[in-house]
């Protein structure tokens, strides 16, 4: 049940709840849900059950045997065995696509709370760069592509694109902390945006969910690089 601490995890943080009113209205103590979404104790069955009916999921779900909330492993292998190969690949890409563009619009949402120029200006062009970088990768595949599209050769734009990553980030973390940059002001701390699950589940209810996902995806990744 590897997967269940996280999923239990972050489906309350979705509905905005702090652990110990779950644990009251799930009619067990805050320590002891507490050891459950840290992996310290595994859960009976009949909690399981009763986890999955309060967060409206599928047991399977909560122990990672299927992505779909409502479906069981089982009827998700009904489902997916009735799709070919393109259409998984399609459903992935699409499910990607959406965890990535809902994570944005949050990223976009704190930093038009923050009302800062310069921030703003640092974190567009470090995702712009991004973009950039994976649009090269995509566009070096076929050697039959025109390569006039850009300007900066192929064998210096990894090595001066990540330069300028790492320039933005720097500046972005100098003026998020209320330090000057040349040309721009830091944050102020009275525009200084207020987060934390809750905040963010109230304030974009359809895109938390994906930015939560998002994050789990990234620590895990993280996690084994550790």
Same mark, same amino acid.
């Given at each position: 049940?590897?997967?269940?601490p996280r999923?239990i995890? #972050?489906?309350r943080? @979705?509905?905005?709840l702090?652990?110990?009113q779950a /644990? %009251?209205?799930?009619g067990?103590s805050?320590?002891?849900?507490?050891?459950?979404?840290k992996?310290i104790?595994?859960?009976?069955?009949?909690?399981?059950v009763?986890?999955?009916d309060y967060?409206?999921?599928s047991?399977d779900?909560l122990?990672?045997?299927?992505a779909?909330?409502n479906n069981?492993?089982f009827?998700?292998?009904? #489902?997916?065995?009735a @799709?070919?190969k393109s259409?998984?690949?399609n459903? /992935? %890409?699409?499910?990607?696509?959406?965890l990535?563009?809902?994570?944005i619009e949050?990223i976009?949402g704190i930093l038009e709370?923050?009302?800062?120029k310069?921030l703003?200006?640092?974190?567009?062009?470090?995702?712009m760069?991004?973009l950039?970088k994976?649009l090269?990768i995509?566009?070096?595949?076929?050697p039959?592509n025109p390569?006039?599209?850009?300007a900066?050769?192929p064998?210096?734009?990894?090595g001066l694109?990540s330069?300028?990553?790492c320039i933005?980030?720097?500046?972005?973390?100098?003026l998020?902390?209320?330090?000057n940059t040349p040309?721009?002001?830091g944050?102020d701390?009275?525009?200084a945006?207020?987060?934390?699950?809750?905040i963010?589940?109230r304030?974009?209810?359809e895109s938390a969910p994906?930015?939560?996902?998002?994050?789990?995806?990234i620590e895990?990744?993280l996690?084994?690089?550790?």
């Amino acid at each position: 049940m590897s997967d269940f601490p996280r999923m239990i995890t #972050l489906l309350r943080k @979705e509905k905005g709840l702090s652990q110990k009113q779950a /644990a %009251l209205e799930l009619g067990v103590s805050q320590a002891l849900l507490s050891h459950y979404e840290k992996g310290i104790r595994e859960c009976g069955l009949d909690f399981a059950v009763k986890i999955a009916d309060y967060y409206n999921v599928s047991c399977d779900y909560l122990l990672g045997r299927t992505a779909d909330r409502n479906n069981t492993h089982f009827e998700t292998n009904l #489902l997916q065995s009735a @799709e070919n190969k393109s259409n998984k690949s399609n459903i /992935a %890409l699409s499910a990607n696509k959406q965890l990535i563009i809902h994570s944005i619009e949050i990223i976009f949402g704190i930093l038009e709370q923050a009302d800062c120029k310069g921030l703003n200006a640092e974190i567009s062009s470090y995702l712009m760069v991004s973009l950039y970088k994976v649009l090269r990768i995509l566009y070096s595949a076929n050697p039959k592509n025109p390569q006039a599209m850009f300007a900066v050769m192929p064998e210096v734009y990894k090595g001066l694109s990540s330069a300028l990553q790492c320039i933005g980030e720097s500046n972005a973390e100098c003026l998020s902390h209320g330090k000057n940059t040349p040309g721009s002001e830091g944050l102020d701390s009275t525009f200084a945006p207020s987060l934390s699950p809750n905040i963010i589940s109230r304030l974009y209810p359809e895109s938390a969910p994906s930015l939560y996902e998002l994050v789990h995806k990234i620590e895990d990744k993280l996690k084994k690089l550790s």
